[in-house]
């Protein structure tokens, strides 16, 4: 334990916790506006459609750097378990970093609604109008993101139990500062 | 030993309160953003269930407004409208329209003279992409201020408590305008007579960047003929269906779009007050309606009229009522998409 871990890169935390804050909001805005009907709702749609499209390219980019740069081994004496969940987690998290807004842009395609970034910025179509594809994609956006929040709540539990718990340096891997002043 | 043992445990169980407590408050946040906490807020999805009839919404179609048919068209823009906005809808030119004649009830099976109100859905497309999307009515003024007093209406309305109309209206004197209207005003036997109206505020930004606060409404090229409600009734349930679709088979129908400016000071954020009727008009164009086509397989069917898709060029305003109709009219289309099967397309459109 006494080893120095290896963190991974600063533009991997960077990526990580850049993300992290893009992720949350959207989670937020997106039960806040389906439950609202004040002109907040109006706002928040917004807001929704072009961080989601944010969050997809930052995905993207952060797909490539870790394949270019890897991520630091987990500890040798992490329960077998919790290595198969951290790694696993870490695909999942991949995987809807990267569908979930792919999703939402198909489920308006599929309804033709114009999908309007900003002013008169707007995407392309990428499905035709079609009532069944709109509502298996609706379903799909709306419970993963139930999901995903879940998967957050787990992910941030971990790395707490990490950080506080089993202080094995894993924390320390992505903290956006280093922790050595906090040790 | 055991003491340092001891201690070692009770940081660690605190530590795990810790990350219990944190994780716990994060999703009473998510929970409370989300409304579940506050049964009390007013969600698209109440005010959706408050527009059901008593035996339940007609799946697979509009939670509002359920009865209607489609048409498509153009819109020839005459350029006046340049003046106002920098929509390229208003660029003079024709641009291709999907729209739907509707009944401004929650069953499709009604017969026609049930609804007071009558209602149009329309979309307007640029070829630069941009979609202009209004949905009207026939009534001159909404019959409510806010949309918690739509509810509120939709409640009394629908309630069994024989006090519970009288109170709503005692709350809400705006009302009585509406009704004033609803009893007074000529019934037509015609889409094609109808003028349709958007109620609502919005924005409209020129190339300078001023903005100007507008409503419009479609004015009838036809001419009104009155019809006693009675008379409209003897003609048959879905008269109105069949007559417009006869109507533009003989000739094409059409309806000026009139935009109207507001003056500094007028109540733009409530629709349930007319404006002075010397405030400037503007004629923009023409809608011209060239073929009719039922719905189940009609290009209406699966668009969402809401009136929030604007192009660059336009806004909402202070209105509360476009974002409010925006919230339920997604959880109406999600719904009814989803209830496809309930209502069948037919094999072969053709005309009713």
Not at chain 2, 12 to 27: H, M, N, Q, T
Not at chain 2, 278 to 305: H, K, M, S, W, Y
């Amino acid at each position: 334990m006494t080893v120095a871990r290896q963190r991974f890169t600063v533009l991997q935390r960077a990526l990580h916790w850049l993300m992290a804050v893009c992720i949350l909001a959207m989670l937020f805005i997106g039960v806040g506006m389906v439950s609202t009907l004040t002109p907040k709702y109006l706002t928040l749609v917004q807001i929704h459609k072009p961080l989601g499209i944010a969050i997809l390219v930052l995905a993207l980019i952060r797909l490539g750097v870790r394949l270019r740069d890897g991520a630091p081994a987990l500890p040798s004496d992490l329960p077998e378990p919790m290595k198969l969940a951290a790694h696993l987690s870490h695909y999942i998290f991949y995987a809807l970093m990267i569908v979930m807004p792919l999703l939402g842009w198909a489920m308006l395609s599929a309804a033709s609604y114009p999908v309007v970034l900003f002013g008169s910025w707007h995407l392309p179509s990428i499905l035709p109008l079609n009532d069944g594809l709109h509502t298996l994609l609706w379903n799909a956006h709306h419970y993963l993101a139930f999901v995903f929040f879940a998967l957050i709540l787990l992910h941030l539990a971990a790395a707490l139990f990490h950080a506080l718990v089993r202080r094995d340096g894993v924390f320390a891997t992505m903290a956006p500062i280093s922790m050595r002043k906090v040790k | 030993m055991p003491q340092s043992i001891l201690s070692e445990m009770r940081a660690k169980i605190g530590s795990l309160i810790v990350i219990a407590v944190i994780v716990g408050a994060s999703a009473a946040a998510f929970a409370y953003t989300a409304g579940w906490l506050t049964p009390g807020r007013l969600t698209p999805v109440k005010v959706v269930d408050a527009l059901a009839p008593p035996g339940g919404p007609a799946l697979g179609h509009r939670r509002n407004h359920a009865k209607g048919i489609c048409f498509t068209g153009a819109f020839q823009s005459n350029g006046a409208g340049a003046s106002l906005s920098t929509a390229t809808a208003f660029a003079a030119g024709h641009y291709p329209v999907i729209g739907r004649f509707n009944l401004a009830i929650a069953s499709p099976d009604a017969a026609d003279v049930t609804a007071r109100v009558r209602g149009m859905g329309l979309q307007i497309a640029t070829p630069n992409g941009q979609v202009w999307r209004s949905a009207m009515i026939t009534a001159p003024i909404f019959p409510v201020s806010t949309p918690q007093d739509f509810y509120d209406l939709l409640r009394a309305s629908g309630s069994k408590d024989p006090n519970a109309m009288k109170t709503f209206v005692a709350a809400n004197p705006e009302f009585g305008n509406f009704v004033q209207w609803a009893t007074t005003a000529p019934w037509t036997s015609s889409y094609a007579e109808d003028r349709f109206n958007s109620l609502d505020s919005f924005i409209f930004v020129d190339g300078s960047g001023q903005h100007q606060v507008v409503r419009w409404s479609l004015i009838p090229i036809a001419s009104l003929v009155p019809i006693s409600p009675g008379d409209l009734a003897k003609r048959g349930p879905n008269y109105l269906e069949s007559e417009i679709a006869d109507r533009v088979g003989k000739a094409p129908q059409s309806w000026t779009l009139a935009v109207t400016v507001a003056n500094a000071g007028d109540q733009t954020d409530d629709p349930s007050k007319a404006w002075p009727a010397d405030r400037r008009t503007i004629a923009v164009g023409t809608l011209v309606v060239q073929q009719v086509e039922p719905e189940a397989n009609g290009p209406c069917r699966d668009i969402n009229f809401d009136p929030t898709v604007l192009p660059a060029g336009m806004m909402t305003s202070n209105d509360p009522f476009p974002a409010a109709r925006s919230a339920a009219y997604a959880v109406s289309y999600d719904r009814r998409t989803a209830e496809a099967a309930d209502y069948p397309r037919t094999a072969t459109g053709g005309t009713p």
